[in-house]
């Protein structure tokens, strides 16, 4: 029996290359096709592939959050995740939602057939580069609190808004603030915010 595929991917000609291609493998086969994330787990409990190949930026919810889902949902399905950014960060995540696969989408197209093959055997594949790249990054070192604080500091949100989502009181807000600045040897808060999004520290 050929593996059964889920292939989640929002750009509509990635989708359909991807699919062209996994369909030229005899052993391979696609049996659905979605654009969200938010679709994954609803199709996957209907359809019951082996393999959902899933896109890391998908609209809905984000492809390592569906994967995350679909691993308690459907165990025996495994995630291979795509992606046309291979940030250290990205991976950390991805292997902290154990999925079973994190490849480049620019892999040449035999790898991406091959990978399917592994994970459906019941191996981990990830893309050579990217595992050397998240080996030689450096952990952050700001406590979940203080990446918490940052993250809605870089969407916007002022010390009052952070105070409130987050419910702790304003100064604790800006002690947090003022220790990430210091600790990323940052000039100020912007300043701190970019150097953790180039080190994929807010992800």
């Known amino acids: 029996m050929p593996i059964r595929i889920l292939l989640a991917e ?19 086969e696609v049996v659905c096709e979605l654009e ?54 990205a991976l950390r995540r991805a292997l902290s939602a154990q999925v079973a696969g994190f490849l ?12 399917v093959r592994n994970v459906a055997a ?19 070192p700001l406590t979940t609190r203080e990446t918490e604080v940052l993250r809605l500091a870089a969407e916007g949100l002022e010390p009052i808004e952070i105070a409130g989502r987050l419910r702790l009181s304003l100064g604790t807000v800006r002690n947090y603030l003022t220790s990430v600045v210091t600790k990323l040897n940052a000039r100020n808060r912007v300043d701190a915010i970019k150097i953790a999004m180039d080190a994929d520290w807010l992800l």
């Open 122 to 140: 019941g191996r981990r594949v990830i893309n050579s580069q990217l595992a050397l790249s998240a080996w030689n990054s450096s952990q952050s």
């Open 104 to 115: 480049l989408k620019d892999a040449p197209p035999n790898e991406l057939a091959e990978a």
């Open 36 to 89: 969200r994330g938010d679709q994954i787990v609803p199709s996957a409990l209907e359809h019951r592939p082996d393999v959902a190949i899933i896109d890391i930026d998908l609209p809905g919810t984000d492809g390592l959050t569906a994967a995350a889902e679909l691993r308690e949902q459907l165990p025996e399905c495994r995630a291979l995740i795509l992606t046309s950014l291979g940030r250290p960060g």
């Open 10 to 28: 929002d750009m509509n000609m990635v989708r359909g290359a991807l699919v062209a291609l996994l369909d030229l493998e005899d052993d391979l």
